[in-house]
């Protein structure tokens, strides 16, 4: 066969050689004023909120909508940040703040700061060292507690492992009370100082995530069962036909009672929104009581969870700790939410955000700008200990 209108060798490599160095990829390798400093070092960040965008640079997407996304058109979600700023720091002028107190103690667990890691799932999204990394960033800011997720991607035994710090469970109840006692042994076991179980319902699917057409997206991120089926209407009973996982919807307060009794650790219950619900919580053996909405991932056109803390707080009267998360990202978050009633508070997405841009040091850093301001607000409001922080430091304006 004749071969002269083959292409030479040399014109091949030449073509392939003109591909690449039209490709972007190369393009922005020879860009001379190229900077470097578009993913920043992380001590050029100063606040919480800038890791996020850190974050968003260094993951895939989908793992950054899973984590960004609210409940259904996400009222909650923005209703959470909105709070803070309905409410005004009233300040002391004539106080002495020459050392600001702290530490504090919260069902046995001693902390510097009344700052705690919330229980967020699946950390090997944000980095390849996943719950280990969080685990180790929150002990080496001053013995942060972690509150590890019941769906981490590690193994709890290689959680523990990692690191000395305190360590709570967080627990999605479980139907089978062989396997629940089995879980209840092994947490007790691996040092966990106390159990948080989640009850709230994530009744909701997340429509961020469909208008982004994740079409591998499973559960709660379906789409609603119409008249005209969908992958939606595949449930038609027990809880994902409401579009709720089925490690919800069906538990009771008996239940609760019985997971106690297997404890020797207090327990928690997460996800309180009403006073009335945190009444039934102490009437029924929890041992504190932890406002959150799931980081407005649960239902929406619930309420903001700075919102309903004083109701909460009203309710429990002292009897028992209250926990709070949703929304924080400053130290005069913080303050906000201790002025209100709360003995300590959860960091969910910043600690993502820290673990994502710079594994464990990332972790560790977004809880000391967090205890730094904290500090900050509480000298500036004239508050120098935990005991001064009360009621008269805010004024709210909940609309
Ligand atoms: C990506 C993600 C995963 C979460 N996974 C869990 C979980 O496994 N268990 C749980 O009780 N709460 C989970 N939460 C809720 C957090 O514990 C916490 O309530 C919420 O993140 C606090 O709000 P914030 O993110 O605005 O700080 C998750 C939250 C996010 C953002």
């Not at 050689?17 to 860009?31: I, K, N, R, T, Y």
């Not at 999605?172 to 076991?189: F, I, L, S």
């Not at 995530?209 to 992958?231: M, V």
Request: net charge positive.
């Amino acid at each position: 066969m004749k071969r002269s209108s083959s292409m030479s060798r040399r014109a091949a490599l030449g073509g392939i050689g003109g591909a690449f160095a039209g490709s972007a990829l190369l393009d922005a390798q020879q860009d001379p004023f190229r900077d470097h400093s578009r993913v920043p070092g992380m001590d050029e960040l100063t606040t919480v909120t800038e890791f996020e965008a850190v974050a968003f640079a260094k993951m895939p997407r989908d793992f950054f909508m899973y984590m960004a996304h609210g409940g259904e058109g996400e009222f909650t979600l923005r209703r959470n940040r909105e709070a803070y700023d309905w409410v005004e720091l009233v300040p002391k002028g004539v106080v002495d703040v020459s050392t600001v107190q702290t530490a504090t103690n919260v069902l046995g667990t001693p902390m510097a700061f009344p700052i705690m890691t919330s229980p967020t799932s699946a950390h090997i999204q944000l980095h390849r060292e996943a719950e280990a990394a969080t685990y180790r960033g929150s002990q080496a800011a001053s013995n942060t507690p972690y509150i590890v997720s019941d769906a981490a991607t590690l193994p709890k035994e290689k959680i523990a492992a990692a690191a000395t710090g305190p360590l709570w469970f967080q627990l999605y109840p479980k139907r089978d009370m062989d396997v629940m006692k089995a879980w209840t042994e092994n947490v007790q076991a691996l040092g966990g100082k106390a159990v948080v179980m989640t009850v709230d319902q994530q009744a909701t699917y997340y429509e961020r995530t469909t208008h982004d057409r994740h079409l591998t997206a499973a559960g709660p991120s379906e789409p609603p069962a119409g008249p005209r089926g969908g992958r939606g209407a595949v449930a038609t009973r027990g809880p994902r036909a409401y579009r709720v996982p089925d490690y919800r919807l069906w538990y009771n307060w008996k239940y609760a009672e019985q997971v106690k009794a297997m404890l020797k650790v207090p327990m928690v219950a997460k996800g309180i929104l009403t006073g009335e619900d945190a009444e039934l919580c102490i009437e029924h053996g929890f041992d504190a009581v932890y406002v959150s909405n799931h980081g407005g991932r649960s239902m929406d056109y619930g309420p903001s969870t700075l919102e309903v803390l004083p109701e909460i707080v009203d309710a429990v009267k002292g009897r028992v700790p209250v926990l709070f998360d949703s929304g924080i990202r400053s130290g005069s978050d913080i303050l906000k939410a201790l002025a209100l009633g709360a003995n300590a508070v959860c960091i969910g997405r910043g600690a993502r955000w820290g673990l994502a841009a710079y594994g464990a040091p990332g972790v560790q850093r977004i809880h000391e700008i967090l205890q730094g301001e904290l500090v900050m607000a509480m000298a500036q409001t004239g508050r120098p200990t935990l005991a001064s922080i009360d009621r008269k430091l805010v004024k709210t304006n909940f609309r």
